[in-house]
């Protein structure tokens, strides 16, 4: 079965302090891990897709990398406000198809202090 | 553009009753999502229209939940009876499929239905 498992659950970094958050997938043929950042009473807004293993994408402060096993998101200097949930997903396939779902992580909490 | 619209925002209701939630998509988008998001569970697919059409209904709970996308601009999803198990956020989201795979992940979501069962 597809999973997906990030950490950790919630992280506390002060304004500059630089770190990663983690996700390590279980899925039978990557098509792709994706990040989202989710905000407080709002949806979750779409921020990268990773396909192969050693791709990286960057977005100001935010650095998504992929292996073979898991995906990290490097934040870089975070500022607060950095400070929300981010959610990790992996395309898991409908059986022989070309379309799938995707199956989401519980998220990282991050909240940058000043 | 105004983006996935949802309605109501927040819904308190009593267990036993109807509860009919509302979704409105990115103009032009053709593949509709419907999430739940609680505590426990995270964000859940529930059901999956493309061109109006529902392809993967799997996570739908039981029969007590239903959806419908009449046409490529509005969307319902249904829960009768509620019971309070289902309080959680309901999330829907859009995205235009070409296809292929490289735009199902591009999928924008609504700012979500807080439903509150008592």
């Known amino acids: 079965e597809d999973q997906v498992t990030q950490s950790p659950e919630a992280l506390r970094l002060q304004e500059g302090e630089s770190s990663s958050l983690n996700c390590s997938y279980t899925?039978?043929?990557?098509?792709?891990l994706f990040w989202y950042r989710q905000d407080p009473g709002k949806g979750p807004e779409f921020l990268f897709t990773?396909?192969?293993a050693g791709e990286e994408k960057e977005k100001e402060r935010l650095k998504a990398t992929l292996t073979k096993k898991e995906s990290f998101l490097h934040i870089t200097a975070p500022k607060p406000e950095d400070s929300a949930t981010y959610l990790c997903?992996?395309?898991?396939?409908?059986?022989?198809?070309?379309?799938?779902?995707?199956?989401f992580g519980q998220g990282t909490t991050l909240q940058v202090k000043p | 553009d105004a983006g996935v619209i949802q309605s109501p925002r927040h819904e308190v209701t009593e267990m036993g009753q109807e509860v009919t939630l509302r979704c409105k998509p990115i103009?032009?988008?053709?593949?509709l999502f419907w999430y739940r998001q609680t505590m426990m569970r995270g964000l859940e697919l529930l059901i999956y229209?493309?061109?109006?059409?529902?392809?993967?209904d799997s996570g739908m709970p039981e029969d007590r939940f239903s959806a419908k996308m009449p046409n490529a601009l509005f969307s319902t999803l249904k829960i009768q009876p509620s019971e309070p198990r289902d309080s959680a956020v309901y999330f829907c989201?859009?995205?235009?499929?070409?296809?292929?795979?490289?735009?199902?992940?591009?999928?924008?979501f609504g700012p979500g239905t807080r439903l509150l069962v008592l």
């Open positions: 229209f493309n061109n109006n059409v529902p392809i993967d």
């Open positions: 990773l396909y192969s």
């Open positions: 989201a859009s995205s235009l499929w070409a296809g292929g795979l490289t735009t199902l992940e591009t999928q924008y």
């Open positions: 103009s032009g988008h053709n593949s």
């Open positions: 899925v039978s043929g990557l098509r792709g």
């Open positions: 997903a992996v395309l898991s396939l409908y059986g022989s198809s070309n379309t799938g779902k995707l199956i």
